[in-house]
C-alpha cells in the first residue's frame, strides 16, 4: 500500500486567531506532491466522517487576511467542489444538480454585492 501524507501547519496570534495557514503533501519517500516546500493559503475546510457517530468532523480556519468577497467565492467553491464530489460518489445528478444551481445564485449574489459596493 502506498501511503502520502499532508502537512498543515497554523500560526496563531496572541488571542488564538489563524495568522497563516500552510500545507504540503508528500508521498511515502519524502517527495512533494504539490510544490517544493510550504503552499500558504488564507483558508481551509476539512471534513472526517465518523463512521461509528454518523456525522461530519469540520474543521473550518481562516486568517485575519482573507478578504470578505474571497470567503465567499471559498464557500461556493467548496459547494461546487461537493456537487462533484456527490456526482462521482454517488451518481446523484440530482443532488449534484441542486448544488450547482445553488451555486449559480451564490455567485450572482456576490458579484451583486460587489456591484452595489
Known amino acids: 500500500m502506498k501511503n502520502s501524507e499532508i502537512n498543515i501547519t497554523v500560526s496563531l496570534d496572541e488571542a488564538n ?59 461556493i467553491d467548496a459547494i461546487g467542489g461537493l456537487a462533484q464530489t456527490t456526482l462521482n460518489a454517488t451518481g446523484d445528478s440530482y443532488m449534484a444538480q441542486e448544488m450547482n444551481d445553488l451555486c449559480d445564485r451564490l455567485v450572482q449574489h456576490v458579484e451583486q454585492e460587489l456591484k452595489n459596493g
Open 17 to 75: 486567531i489563524p495568522e497563516r495557514i500552510t500545507w504540503n503533501a508528500i508521498d511515502e519517500q519524502g517527495q512533494p506532491q504539490v510544490s517544493e516546500g510550504p503552499s500558504q493559503s488564507k483558508a481551509m475546510s476539512l471534513s472526517f466522517w465518523d463512521d461509528q457517530q454518523k456525522n461530519t468532523l469540520r474543521i473550518d480556519l481562516w486568517t485575519k487576511e482573507m478578504p470578505v468577497d474571497e470567503m465567499k467565492r471559498f464557500c
